[in-house]
């Protein structure tokens, strides 16, 4: 069924469960001769690790990834790469006594429907650990998209009625402008604002939904193919494979419904003796092939399910009881926040498919 | 690539141009048992073919699909069921002076860009002529869901500002109003509002974006896979395939991010001795995994592309040129009322492979 | 289930029943830029077509095949290739009293419990008629293995215990001596015997099997892939899935298994600056990989099941009954024989993914 | 590319080189509900593993392989299952000085020219060492066999001109004489003729060829799919995916070809009330899928590259050089014999898919 693989060519398959031994990924199909080392990898997972800040979880997992394979004398060989991320701070007692129970906005239920078991630790494979993996994975991809000059961006673009305003910088002072902030947003004021909605989300034991954004540097021409390989397929599939997502839309999105085409059809003109785009409604492709404009997207993440306040459900057997979360349990009120590098991630895989793939569109 | 090919085991290929002789669809993977005749199909293609009213391109397909094979004495065998429908109606000469013009919100660039060659007569493969094939073949997964009780309807929800309340009809009944309303929107106000919409739209020779919506009946559960196959990734790719399309979001989509958890998680409960879900803001899965709760999702079009108004643009070249659709040319006001059937169909698609798909979930 | 589909990257499906209305391939994945018309694809047909001697089946067919996508002004655009191919000179009728009937060699009797259906008429779906859509798919990728001056010849090797000498041609002396031959044998005294046999089995109502060879023009280093995508397991798996085969050997083959390490590994030398490889027992791959020699293979065809003589059988529902095909059927005494261009075509399908999948090995 | 991945639905990827830290294997697709434990995987690991007597390759390796995932409290979820083997007893030091020089009858030349960079060391991913994860996988898929009362055994044999005869047994008692056996023969005779052919070959330094042959119990009709997934198709790829491999046959194999119709087309007869089939040249498939009767298949090996004579050869550049291995090498002497229980893994693998895949034929 391959449900746990993502990609044509450059391909992942992550397995794992959140309280198991261990979480990893096998990465097929990357091309020889890339420079990669575990320390690359380790950068990126701190950057997606919980207990940097109050806003996050306070599970402290310090991720240290393990290279198995496919990486010789430095390099990139061709063959699979095997990353393996141990599991630590893992206590699963404290899941024993609520393991019948049916938790609300959880997936247990349709787990153990479907599956007729369930490794209820943790919420297993069901569990958003499983994309460490995907973080790992997009260190090597971004490899890849480097040899072309791409580069991504993803931030926190709106949490509850907070939305933040872009800073028009340049792509790598936008970058690091995110990662300083302890919410991952590059807007200062909208940033304090977020800032204050989880602390009274904490306070009340809520949990807030919120929008990641991501934006590339400008792609080449030609990336994605016709029909239901379309780049924005790949990335909307991408996207809405990661826990908690509701919607994904590209460039004007769903604000193009309001739009009339003489304003939204983005016009080609010759700038300097080269064929340019003068607006980016498109988001950076027509007909699912890229134009050569970035490539800009938008994530939304329903509020967090795991929330202190007590919720009525049944168990499994169908008898009611209420829910009500361990007083210390961990939980990040807004899961967009750390869904940020992870979206990086996602669009990265999804690229450094598209570039290999394009390379069989001609003789 | 298989970039024209969708599904795992209920797998559609589909080929041809806008402008060629015909276009066809290869269903692999249908389940043998299945009656099906060239006359159901016929029927659903009507309903996506234009000229149906003002408000549709007037272009005049009365489509015929042949069934070439997969179907013996009015029984599916197993086989791949071949379907060919001939273009008719086909005058390429008027694309002949503007076939050099880069067509803003076109896929020419791309597609030239991409490929070096490109079928220029009437958006070749590019087309929203495609979608016919995914309509025929929707029919034969419309069928399999019927073994389980599985309907599907899709609607007009919204168009420029003007949005439509969704009755609260037992599931044929929707469908037929939907059917009946010129502009496929079952909400009579709406659907009036829309009209004068469009008609304006057309005295200016400008176009309008707009929603789609579709809900399904209860699912059985378990449909959907974890991780990468996740119900809703499936359905975001389906949708963000389709021509136009800018943006997908299930169940609350982007409105989860003004909402809270403790509002947002739907809560289980029993009903007369069965576990049900007193909400449904996930839209009808858990962890990409169907509840058994109706699926219910959006997808946001933008303003149709071809329009009457003069619009700047340059050639392959780069000189600059002004682009005029030659008077009489046809176009949509509004590519989302089309889209209603064909929403419907894609999602048919990949319930129909998440069917069988699930049957290999347990022992 | 995509059980009608071959290949990654350039990656064919295939449709349609031996007596239903016309067969076809769809072909996905095949770069822009190959010249391609149906004459050329004729021509390939002629070679497979029956009927043209008496040692292979007297069913007339001459086949047009008609390219229905995918060529724009003569020249591949990136599109899928639709070619359709009419089925002619199609009786049924002969089939009707033999359809509850368990045919000896062949598959009803696999297919009718497998599917509960099965389209009788001329073996339906399991009929050699399906090989047609490769021998016309074969053209397509022996256009693209021409831009790295692949060329691949097929050819009688055994019938019975008759087996050829292979002359010592150039490739293209090779190829035009095998379809000069009226059993496609290049060696004339092998042939004249061939020819013996086969008239003594038409006499005698009965059957033989046969051996078909291919070998290719030196290859590029480096096709095929690693572990399960090795070149041979390929070239096995497109082998084994033709009509009437039961045995894939490649190089040396089963005759390895009686010689020594020492004789059996080809020695590396370097011959005028260049290394060479100065035997080929391996038969061009190691490790799965292409190692620039000649790609040689072997595949064994059992006697045709279709025989004249009468079969003791039972009906599908175990009632004893002699089989006795009506007299004029049609049948080929040594399958084998018409195989020959169609194992030639499968290598070229083999060999135009590989080349493309190889794109992706290196940055 | 996935070309570490076998399988369809019950689908594995591969990883590790061999004097990396460790091989293993990623199995998706498993139904949930299946007992599974780590000694199970042990006692299968112990039968592929070198030193067990002086006719395998002496190198001590005891393996442990630790499951990471998709097993929750001894059963399957559904979930990936993560197997990792460490690699012990590893020395790489003394590929050092050979590890320029293009090893006759190895991959390191291909690999090279292909990818443009080789892990050397005891012949990184293209090392048998891989094979160690389908046994382990295979353990899995025979769990899922046993669902269905199938079984699989396999045995050597031919090893030069030494075929052994086939004891009629039931299957439990010939796969136990099988692993009885020093040679995994389960025909004494042929056994003894065996090391003596191989402790003279041991005494030259030199290698012996091998055929391996397997059988199954009766299996459930219809397994295998038309035309592209052929069970004797996918048999093929994954036998001829095994290192060393020269040759596939099924049932009848190459010997078909001397044979006639009227005597290879295996008769219908009514036994008991039941269809049955009174002889099996077909090997157990018609129209490659499953008739009922046992799959039986033979898989020819080349004699062992790695040899202790000296060869003679060139290093990459060109230059010539004498290949000798250092005293004490590790070798077989013939790779037949460790093949044995790795061509029982590669048929299970292959069952355990069609078994998925067949779940999906009918409504």
């Not at 990465?27 to 701190?46: F, M, R, S, V, Y």
């Not at 994904?248 to 193009?256: T, V």
């Not at 950076?284 to 009525?312: C, D, E, N, W, Y």
Request: with cysteine; aromatic share 6%.
């Amino acid at each position: 069924m391959a449900s746990n693989s993502f990609g044509t060519i450059f391909r992942i398959t992550t397995w794992g469960e959140s309280h198991g031994k261990a979480v990893g990924v096998v990465i097929d199909g990357c091309p020889a001769g890339l420079h990669l080392n575990e320390a690359e990898i380790h950068e990126a997972l701190t950057l997606r690790a919980p207990g940097r800040s109050i806003y996050t979880s306070p599970r402290k997992e310090s991720d240290r990834a393990e290279i198995l394979s496919g990486v010789f004398e430095g390099m990139t060989t061709g063959a699979p790469i095997s990353i393996l991320i141990p599991n630590q701070d893992v206590d699963s007692s404290k899941y024993e006594p609520i393991k019948d129970l049916l938790r609300p906005g959880h997936a247990n239920f349709t787990y153990l429907k479907k599956f007729g078991v369930f490794d209820y630790r943790g919420g297993g494979r069901s569990s958003a650990r499983e994309t460490v993996c995907r973080v790992a994975a997009g260190v090597v991809a971004k490899k890849l998209l480097a040899q072309d000059a791409i580069e991504i961006a993803a931030y926190l673009k709106q949490v509850g009625n907070v939305e933040a305003s872009i800073p028009d910088h340049d792509h790598d002072t936008l970058r690091s402008t995110v990662y300083q902030s302890p919410v991952y947003c590059p807007d200062a004021t909208a940033a304090s604002a977020v800032m204050t909605l989880l602390e009274k989300a904490l306070v009340e034991g809520d949990s807030l939904g919120g929008v990641v954004e991501f934006r590339t540097t400008s792609l080449p021409i030609g990336l994605g193919d016709p029909v239901y390989e379309k780049l924005e397929a790949k990335l909307a599939s991408a996207m809405m494979s990661l826990p908690a997502t509701k919607g994904f839309e590209i460039g004007s999105g769903f604000s193009a419904v309001e739009m009339k085409g003489s304003t939204h059809n983005d016009q080609f003109a010759n700038k300097q003796g080269k064929i340019e785009i003068t607006s980016n409604y498109a988001g950076g492709t027509l007909g699912g092939i890229s134009t050569g404009m970035p490539i800009i997207g938008r994530v939304a993440f329903k509020p967090t399910s795991s929330i202190m306040l007590s919720q009525k459900t049944v168990n499994t057997k169908g008898k009611a009881f209420t829910f009500q979360l361990p007083p210390g349990s961990r939980h990040d009120p807004c899961v967009a926040i750390r869904a940020v590098p992870i979206v990086e991630a996602m669009v990265a895989l999804v690229l450094a498919d598209a570039i290999l793939l394009n390379r069989c569109a001609r003789l």
